[in-house]
């Protein structure tokens, strides 16, 4: 049973298109998170949602729009992709925010051409 | 100045010897530290969380925390060539309820 689970694993894609990344965690967790990872491997985080609602919102190019339809899923959708968007983006979860472990999936490897 | 700061590596121990692995943070209030482990290509996954000062011992991990000092460290015993990865520290920060990640440090076991 896979906890924390993205879709696609991998996206390949030319600029200025816009493309959507999937999270689904079945953990109960009320908390979920986007992080990117750069290719000098520092994670950042990028948003928050806690039972839905946006509590950390970095600073990120509002090209990114997260999207919580409810406190088990939470949706990535990034309009005119950059070259510099590539990068392995990972979804995660935690009970509570900020003093819980977070549970990361798999990662979305988003490659622009 | 970064919130979290690790030596990023690369650090090599041989096999059976003992990793030490270091972080520091700036947040004073943090109450809630973290260790991830992240294979290459792989997700970040959780070794340790700590909470109070003193160690914190699971399996061959021990997970070291001074908030006085605001460092905590992982010392992995009778190291692995498998222990071979990135080792992340996480710290949550007072505010924003979130944490932050440090740079991680790649560690490689020597057969």
């Known amino acids: 049973d896979t906890a924390v689970s993205q879709t696609p694993k991998y996206l390949v894609t030319q600029m200025g298109n816009d493309k959507s990344i999937k999270c689904e965690q079945n953990?109960?967790?009320?908390?979920m998170y986007w992080y990117k990872q750069d290719s000098k491997k520092f994670l950042k985080i990028m948003f928050s949602y806690n039972n839905k609602e946006l509590i950390i919102n970095e600073t990120v190019p509002n090209r990114f729009s997260p999207k919580s339809p409810d406190k088990a899923h939470l949706n990535l959708h990034i309009n005119s992709l950059e070259l510099g968007d590539s990068a392995v983006y990972f979804c995660a979860s935690s009970q509570g925010a900020g003093n819980q472990p977070q549970h990361f999936g798999d990662g979305t490897r988003l490659s622009i051409l | 100045q970064k919130e979290v700061e690790q030596n990023s590596g690369p650090l090599s121990v041989p096999e059976g010897a003992i990793a030490s692995l270091n972080c520091t943070y700036s947040?004073?209030?943090?109450?809630?530290f973290f260790w991830y482990r992240q294979y290459s290509g792989k997700s970040p996954e959780l070794i340790m969380s700590i909470y109070s000062n003193g160690d914190k011992e699971d399996g061959r991990f021990t997970a070291q925390l001074n908030k006085a000092s605001q460092y905590v460290s992982l010392l992995i015993r009778d190291s692995q060539p498998s222990d071979s990865a990135t080792y992340l520290c996480?710290?949550?920060?007072?505010?924003?309820?979130?944490?932050?990640f440090g740079t991680g440090t790649s560690l490689t076991v020597i057969p």
């Open positions: 947040d004073r209030v943090s109450q809630s």
């Open positions: 953990l109960g967790h009320d908390t």
């Open positions: 996480a710290v949550n920060v007072s505010t924003g309820n979130q944490f932050y």
